[in-house]
């Protein structure tokens, strides 16, 4: 009985493929039926079947032409093989979050967020409506040009405005700006109004608008033209008339360190008066400019072109986040915008590493002049001269809360006491995080550009940053930048190792012993992360120390390095494992404790060494080690089921190789990079497995099942006998916990900091590279997924067979 | 004298075998059920316990995959 694992119930990832054949059916007949979507709540299945009959909707006559389906609920499905595909695919990435983008067949949502973002890149609802309608098959529902309007109408009374070190909230009407006051949070954020000596146009009136809420006053700035231009303070006066059109403009002050907080309270969800944040840059006459240019030799490519012309719609700089896959040139949107704008730039990174690499980018690609760049971490700190200049720094030196050294300090003061420009965020999802908040709170800028590869989290604060930052402006589709050419073409392959009986039985034994510690065995998939992995950590030992897959990992190895000559990264999250690997392969590793100056020894012999082919990699290689010659990657362990992981993990290796020609549909190589995971099956890891990969299923990729490595014939590979075999359980077994466990990185944090022991107690959060982030296994929107198997009458009905 | 008992012949992956054994010897004594181990692969067990195995089994799987959440 239940023989292989051929049967595995594996469905949700083979369905994909069945969406053009699905769109093929629904091409026929307008009748949308989602009764075989998969719904984790059986029960619900009929109530969906009803909510998902779309069988009313009036079919337009020329529906053949019309490249997408918009469905009453939000959800709009885009037929990548219609001639229109371009440009409905601009338009709906403008206007909804993608949620799935196989080859044929995307999947869209309309969101209040999205909208949000559309009508901030300067859509009107009116437009939003009308192209909806004209590329859609079908007659638009009632529904959605409701929910358009009301999530678009209040945008764009609310202003949000840096002025002088200090933040106002403007609005040319006094009713909204009463409304936000009577929340709670506003009113509390609100500085008391003191009369601007400086500017003479602001005039405090303190009596007026009296009302129950005991007197909140605005101050408003008469900013018509014709008075500027006789007025003393003329600066002041053009630069309020630049950010408003209005006559009048009504604004009070609010506490810098509560900015975020208002900003939520006013979003789609809450308030819904989400606001507006643009910078002027041309107009700002305050700021001293920066000379730089981009050099002519710096082509950007057109999605690159086109993220930039997101943010930079009006003439205006927007705050935003714009999304890029690894290795698609994310650092020359960044040089880009900072060019543009010409003032100040604080360019944040994760690591000093990546530092040396941001301010090598600057220095690459645009004419700023070398001292009026500097670098601001642990090790280097440099000073910064001018007026306007370029500092390249990391979230945890701003963020860090601790004493500083003289030095640090002041420059710290430096950059809280500047008006930025341009605040530059890299990797921006690491930002949610409670400590780099703080950074958002700390440096005052006018404009923030986010870049980041992969907009998921594992917890739901990636919609924190809508009021963090602002709202998306951009998304590449993966699979088209991969069609350009201008990522690598990767195949990946997820291989099962079976487990070995001697290395099962101790696995079964282990969570014997933990399912008695978690009451119950069904609620572990509940728990948060921490918990899980602090029970379960001699458990992963034994799985990622499966000699079967020790065994399939060296067989790449060869592979990959005698019959094609490739560079390969070995990434391993268990410190163990990486360790025992990397010393019975011969191979050298980086890992958390490895300094500086190893790592750069290491990293320079990979990339130029003929006889260094292989290096196995700790969690610290996930993110911004800009490793370009790599094109393989093995991954035997991973942090749980981390999708942003994985996706990092790719991007490692996701930067385009070998010829331009070569890369294009049809050209010699069809694929030049290989991400493979190792995976010991009837194990925990095949649920993280198949997790992880979500994100990049949703980008299009498909995950091949390889079963039978390394091939039975191949008898020169490690853990031959079962002597050996029973020789590693043994050392796995007896290796104490604080071996077995997880590393625990420490951040470069400030100059103090490291001088404490390196591998210092962290949490959880501090190895995930993110600190205060918290794992958990969730499930988008409603939370309906957390409880999923706790009630079994909630179970779907396919697997309510097998529950009797 | 030969003995005869009837009983369910298992054959399954190495692993398989190896969840049942610890099964098996997660039972009290008296409900124990495998009656021989032949060899890594295959067993003997008592009839009875054929629906319980596979229920088992499935719930050990289920935990080991992941389905995606219908947002």
């Not at chain 1, 559309?118 to 040009?145: F, H, Q, W």
């Not at chain 1, 012999?605 to 003929?610: H, I």
């Not at chain 1, 020789?727 to 001088?755: T, Y």
Request: with cysteine; hydrophobic share 35%.
């Amino acid at each position: 009985m239940a023989g292989g694992d051929g049967d595995r119930a594996r469905a949700p990832k083979r369905h994909k493929s069945s969406a053009p054949s699905k769109a093929a059916l629904v091409d026929e007949s307008a009748e949308f039926d989602y009764a075989d979507d998969f719904d984790d709540d059986a029960h619900d299945a009929d109530k969906e079947v009803k909510k998902r009959d779309f069988t009313k909707l009036e079919l337009k006559p020329d529906h053949a032409n019309r490249p997408l389906w918009a469905c009453a609920d939000g959800r709009i499905f885009l037929e990548t093989f219609s001639p229109l595909y371009k440009q409905a695919y601009d338009f709906l990435i403008a206007i909804a979050e993608p949620v799935c983008r196989p080859e044929s067949m995307h999947e869209y949502n309309l969101t209040p967020h999205s909208l949000y973002a559309a009508v901030s890149v300067g859509l009107e609802t009116s437009t939003i409506i009308s192209v909806l309608s004209k590329l859609s098959k079908t007659k638009l529902p009632n529904e959605i040009i409701d929910f358009i309007h009301a999530s678009t109408a209040n945008y764009g009374k609310v202003k949000l405005v840096l002025k002088k070190n200090r933040y106002f909230v403007e609005s040319p009407l006094p009713e909204v700006l009463k409304t936000l006051l009577k929340d709670e949070v506003i009113s509390k954020a609100r500085l008391a109004p003191e009369v601007d000596k400086n500017a003479g146009c602001v005039r405090n009136l303190s009596n007026f608008l009296q009302d129950s809420l005991g007197g909140p006053s605005f101050s408003i700035s008469k900013t018509a033209r014709e008075i500027v231009s006789g007025h003393e303070d003329l600066l002041n006066g053009m630069e309020l008339a630049a950010a408003t059109e209005d006559k009048e403009t009504h604004s009070f002050e609010i506490d810098p360190s509560q900015v975020e907080n208002v900003k939520q309270r006013c979003l789609p969800n809450a308030l819904n008066f989400p606001m507006l944040e643009e910078y002027d840059f041309r107009n700002d006459t305050v700021n001293p400019d920066l000379d730089m240019e981009l050099k002519p030799q710096a082509r950007p490519r057109p999605y690159q072109e086109k993220s930039l012309s997101k943010m930079f719609g009006n003439g205006r700089a927007r705050s935003g986040i714009i999304v890029l896959p690894c290795g698609a040139g994310k650092s020359l949107v960044g040089v880009s915008a900072a060019c543009r704008i010409k003032k100040s730039c604080l360019c944040l990174a994760t690591n000093a590493v990546s530092v040396d690499q941001w301010a090598f980018q600057f220095k690459l690609w645009s004419t700023i002049k070398d001292d009026h760049i500097s670098r601001f971490t642990s090790d280097n700190k440099e000073k910064f001269k001018g007026m306007a200049s370029v500092v390249v720094t990391t979230y945890n030196m701003v963020a860090f809360g601790g004493k500083r050294s003289e030095d640090s300090e002041k420059i710290i003061e430096e950059i809280r006491n500047r008006e930025w420009g341009l605040l530059l965020m890299d990797e921006v999802h690491v930002v949610p995080a409670h400590m780099f908040r703080k950074v958002i709170s700390i440096t005052k800028s006018h404009c923030k550009l986010g870049l980041t590869a992969t907009l998921v989290r594992e917890d739901e604060r990636i919609t924190d940053l809508n009021f963090l930052i602002g709202p998306k402006l951009y998304e590449a589709n993966w699979l088209d930048l991969v069609k350009g050419g201008f990522i690598a073409n990767v195949q990946c392959a997820e291989v099962w190792c079976p487990m070995t009986k001697e290395f099962f039985a101790e696995y079964l034994k282990k969570e014997n012993s933990k399912k008695k510690q978690v009451n119950s065995f069904l609620s572990f998939h509940y728990y948060v992360q921490a918990e899980s992995l602090d029970n379960c950590i001699s458990c992963q030992a034994l799985y990622v120390m499966n000699p079967n897959k020790f065994r399939a990992c060296q067989f790449l190895i060869k592979f990959h390095e005698e019959q094609r000559g490739d560079k390969i990264i070995v990434f391993a999250d268990n410190l163990f494992a990486l360790t025992q690997y990397a010393m019975k392969l011969r191979k050298p590793m980086i890992y958390g404790a490895t300094s500086h100056a190893e790592r750069t020894r290491i990293l320079y012999q990979f990339k130029n060494s003929p006889e260094v082919n292989t290096i196995f990699l700790s969690k610290v290689g996930d993110n911004s080690i800009d490793i370009p010659e790599a094109n393989v990657i093995i991954q035997i362990s991973s942090h749980a089921g981390s999708r942003r992981q994985e996706a990092q993990r790719l991007g490692r290796i996701l930067r385009a190789k070998g010829k331009h020609q070569d890369r294009m549909a049809g050209g010699k190589e069809e694929y030049n990079a290989f991400f493979y995971s190792l995976v010991s099956t009837d194990t925990q890891e095949m649920y993280y497995s198949t997790k992880r990969q979500q994100f990049l299923v949703d980008q299009g990729y498909s995950f091949k099942v390889i079963t039978s490595l390394p091939p039975p014939q191949e008898s020169n590979l490690m853990f031959n006998t079962l002597d050996e075999q029973l020789d590693l359980l043994g050392q796995v077994l007896n290796a104490r916990d604080d071996m077995v466990g997880l590393e625990h990185l420490e951040m470069d944090a400030d100059g103090k900091a490291l001088l404490k022991a390196r591998r210092s107690a962290g949490s959880m959060s501090a190895f995930s590279g993110a600190g205060g982030m918290v794992y958990m296994e969730y499930s988008t929107g409603k939370g309906k997924g957390a409880k999923k198997h706790k009630d079994p009458s909630k179970r779907h009905h396919l697997f309510k067979k097998r529950y009797q | 004298m030969v003995n005869a008992i009837k009983g369910l012949f298992i054959s399954c992956d190495i692993p398989m075998a190896q969840f049942i054994v610890n099964l098996n010897a997660s039972m009290p004594a008296s409900e124990r059920f495998i009656v021989h181990m032949l060899d890594p692969t295959h067993m003997f067990v008592q009839p009875h316990v054929a629906d319980f195995i596979r229920s088992k089994i499935a719930e050990f799987r289920d935990q080991n995959s992941y389905e995606k959440p219908q947002g």
